[in-house]
């Protein structure tokens, strides 16, 4: 029989390979793709736990973005075609649950398996040169001029967007509303005026809040809230108390990794993922800026998000917001 002798470059590239798959997961870079806005809330908590992450996996992690669709649905796309073996993440929110009956993609969430990190809660705020000074003078001065108000916030039938319809409904005001692919920019519209009104969370405004680039009106959450050098924001719920009918709306900021990733992958990011979220740097993180740390994986995740996408849509539904009718999707009513 005749001996097969590899040349010496090809051997070498063989026994990196066998020796490449024998090492466990992580053997090389992740990637992390963040469907919304560099700048915003969803942007920095991926940011941010990211690089604790990393820290447990021992190897780096790459934070990108990757805006634009319906909801977040070309980040969310580009990430499902590629192979699902956890070394490709996405960055997701609570506002991504609508993509597919918006028009954005064809899949229900459970394609993905999340992370919940955590939430913060949203706030109704104008830029400093606006004579609004409360939830009342909006009321007040929409009466007056009989002109829609711009609104911004990040994605359609995103949580923001959600918050807005429940305004204008228990209000009486009429929104002009602007999607925008994420809350960093639709802030940045209200700060020069390109928009009347943002709504976000307190995460992603705090800074602005206290900069004197934004002033809020209300907090759309029952309890008001005392923000450093500000003082008290009242919320919105004292004025409408309707709101409390569908208000508060459950905000989930994370990541996720595709569901089809191999269980050893998934055990060894949920153990990076727990050990992250009880890191100094992340409790210290989520104090600084106002987050309510979650934690959630596995299946708790994943029931989360499930119930979330069936509430988003199903309330989109009767606003008459949807491209097409959960039912396409099965998604079951709340």
């Known amino acids: 029989m005749k001996k097969i002798i590899l040349p010496a470059l090809i051997m070498a590239s063989v026994i990196a390979t066998l020796a490449h798959a024998a090492r466990p997961y992580p053997v090389r870079p992740i990637t992390n793709t963040v469907v919304w806005s560099a700048g915003g809330g969803t942007d920095a908590v991926n940011r941010m736990i990211m690089a604790e992450m990393a820290k447990v996996l021992d190897t780096r992690i790459n934070v990108v973005n990757k805006t634009g669709g319906i909801a977040g649905s070309i980040g969310m796309n580009s990430v499902l075609s590629k192979r699902p073996d956890g070394y490709n993440l996405v960055g997701i929110s609570s506002s991504n649950v609508v993509a597919a009956v918006n028009g954005g993609w064809n899949e229900r969430f459970d394609v993905?398996?999340?992370?919940?990190?955590?939430?913060?809660?949203?706030?109704?705020?104008?830029?400093?040169?606006?004579?609004?000074?409360?939830?009342?003078?909006?009321?007040?001065?929409?009466?007056?001029?009989?002109?829609?108000?711009?609104?911004?916030?990040g994605g359609t039938g995103g949580i923001h967007h959600l918050y807005l319809l429940e305004l204008a409904r228990v209000s009486g005001v009429d929104f002009q509303f602007v999607p925008y692919p994420g809350s960093a920019p639709s802030q940045t519209a209200a700060i020069t005026g390109e928009?009347?009104?943002?709504?976000?969370?307190?995460?992603?405004?705090?800074?602005?809040?206290?900069?004197?680039?934004?002033?809020?009106?209300?907090?759309?959450?029952?309890?008001?809230?005392?923000?450093?050098?500000?003082?008290?924001i009242p919320s919105a719920f004292g004025l409408y108390p309707e709101l409390a009918e569908h208000l508060p709306l459950s905000q989930a900021i994370g990541f996720a990794v595709h569901q089809n990733a191999p269980d050893d992958v998934k055990t060894k990011l949920g153990k990076a993922f727990e050990a992250a979220m009880q890191s100094p740097v992340v409790k210290q993180w989520a104090r600084d800026n106002y987050y309510q740390l979650s934690g959630k994986h596995g299946e708790a995740a994943r029931d989360e998000f499930a119930a979330l996408e069936s509430y988003f849509t199903w309330t989109l539904q009767g606003l008459g917001s949807n491209k097409f009718s959960p039912d396409k999707f099965g998604i079951p009513k709340p």
């Open 112 to 153: 993905w398996s999340p992370f919940i990190v955590g939430s913060s809660p949203d706030v109704i705020s104008v830029n400093t040169d606006s004579p609004i000074t409360s939830l009342q003078d909006l009321v007040a001065h929409q009466a007056q001029s009989q002109q829609a108000y711009k609104a911004g916030a």
């Open 195 to 232: 928009v009347d009104v943002v709504i976000t969370s307190m995460a992603e405004q705090a800074q602005l809040i206290r900069g004197g680039k934004l002033r809020p009106l209300a907090m759309l959450h029952p309890e008001p809230f005392e923000l450093e050098g500000v003082g008290t």
